[in-house]
C-alpha cells in the first residue's frame, strides 16, 4: 500500500526561511564588503592625490627644490598610509597650463581584496605653478 502525505496548505514551503534567509544574508554581506573595498581604495587614492598635490606645491616654493617636494609627499604617505604606499615617488618640472610648473609623480599599489591587490596599480600625479622672483 502507498502511502501518500497529506500537508495542510503551506506546509510545503515548510522550513524554506532558513534557506532564504541564508541566500540574502550572503548576498549582502558580499554587497557590503564590495562597498567597503571601494571605499577603502577611494581613501588610498585620494590620501596619495592629496599628498601628491602637497608635495607639488611645496617644490614649486621658491626656497625649495624638487627633492624637497617629493620628500615632502614621502612623509605625508607614510605617516598616513604606511611606507609602501610611498615607495615610488618622484619630482620634475614640467609644464603647467601653460607656465613653468612642478608635477609630483606617485605610484603605488591599489588595493583589491583588503589591503592586497595589484603592486603599482595606482598612478596619480600632482601639479603646481613654480612660485618665482619677478625683477622689473
Request: net charge negative.
Amino acid at each position: 500500500m502507498i502511502r501518500r502525505w497529506r500537508c495542510a496548505h503551506g506546509d510545503a514551503e515548510r522550513g524554506t526561511a532558513v534557506a532564504e534567509f541564508v541566500m540574502v544574508s550572503a548576498l549582502l554581506t558580499a554587497l557590503t564588503l564590495a562597498v567597503l573595498q571601494l571605499a577603502l581604495a577611494l581613501h588610498i587614492r585620494n590620501t596619495v592625490l592629496d599628498a601628491a598635490a602637497e608635495g607639488a606645491r611645496y617644490a614649486a616654493l621658491a626656497d625649495s627644490g624638487l627633492e624637497r617636494g617629493a620628500e615632502r609627499s614621502r612623509d605625508l604617505i607614510t605617516a598616513a598610509l604606511g611606507p609602501v604606499y610611498a615607495a615610488d615617488v618622484t619630482a620634475r618640472y614640467a609644464d603647467v597650463a601653460g607656465q613653468t610648473g612642478v608635477q609630483v609623480r606617485v605610484v603605488a599599489p591599489l588595493p583589491m581584496f583588503g589591503l592586497l591587490g595589484v603592486d603599482r596599480g595606482l598612478e596619480v600625479r600632482g601639479h603646481a605653478a613654480v612660485e618665482g622672483l619677478e625683477t622689473e
